[in-house]
């Protein structure tokens, strides 16, 4: 959920287009949520950094928890999306399933961090994979414990939040790894949906991203009256 996981993409895509990619609060160098933020809050911090951009409606990707942030985001602020990528995400898991990412959430914040078995589950043993492995590896070995744990708390949490809005994704929208029903809700407003398998207080904070037309990584930072909803990181 840092930024790095996206270099390869931004390489190649920062050849055609500026390419801005944030890592996740709590995560990388941005800052943590509140331990009590869930999902809602993961999107209006999206939000927040959108609007900070101040360069108007992005195409937005997000993988996996990123799904249910660009997808809340293009629900509940339109305006700030002219295209969404979701990919490998979850919706409306199970109760089981559900439960056993609380597990590993619980697991996060009494300090206790298991590398090795997302890594079998998410890597094979071809050279590149290995590879990326290593890479993923490292990242979690040097992950904010308690920030993961808000952001998987989050996650296990916030599959259904949108889940009912995703039909009002009126933008064009590329999914990836989706489960069928989700492809009908997306596809419910009938335009096109490409498919691919495979208490107010003042808070100051950051987040840490890169941006191709930089060529450098930025330090965003916004001061605004929040309410206990709305966390800025």
């Known amino acids: 959920m840092q930024a790095h996981a996206w270099y390869p993409q931004i390489d190649d895509l920062a050849r055609d287009l500026r390419v801005i990619a944030v890592d996740m609060p709590g995560h990388g160098q941005s800052d943590a949520l509140d331990a009590s933020a869930g999902l809602q809050q993961f999107v209006q911090w999206a939000i927040d950094f959108i609007v900070a951009l101040d360069i108007g409606p992005v ?22 999306v002219k295209r969404v990528a979701v990919l490998n995400g979850v919706y409306r898991r199970t109760a089981e399933a559900r439960q056993a990412v609380l597990q590993r959430a619980a697991e996060l914040r009494s300090g206790t961090i298991d590398v090795d078995t997302p890594l079998r589950r998410w890597f094979n043993d071809e050279e590149a994979q290995r590879v990326a492995a290593r890479k993923v590896g490292s990242w979690l070995k040097s992950v904010d414990l308690q920030g993961y744990a808000t952001a998987y708390t989050a996650f296990a949490k916030g599959d259904e939040s949108y889940a009912d809005g995703w039909h009002e994704i ?7 790894d989706l489960r069928v029903h989700v492809f009908r809700h997306l596809a419910g407003n009938d335009r096109r949906v490409y498919l691919r398998r495979g208490g107010g207080d003042h808070r100051r904070g950051g987040c840490d991203a890169r ?10 930072r916004t001061d605004s009256a929040l309410s206990d909803q709305h966390h800025w990181p």
């Open 59 to 80: 195409n937005l990707a997000g993988h996996s928890m990123g799904l249910l942030i660009a997808s809340g985001v293009a629900v509940t602020r339109p305006d700030l």
């Open 211 to 220: 941006d191709s037309d930089a060529d450098r990584r930025v330090r965003l």
């Open 170 to 176: 009126a933008c064009p929208a590329l999914g990836r």
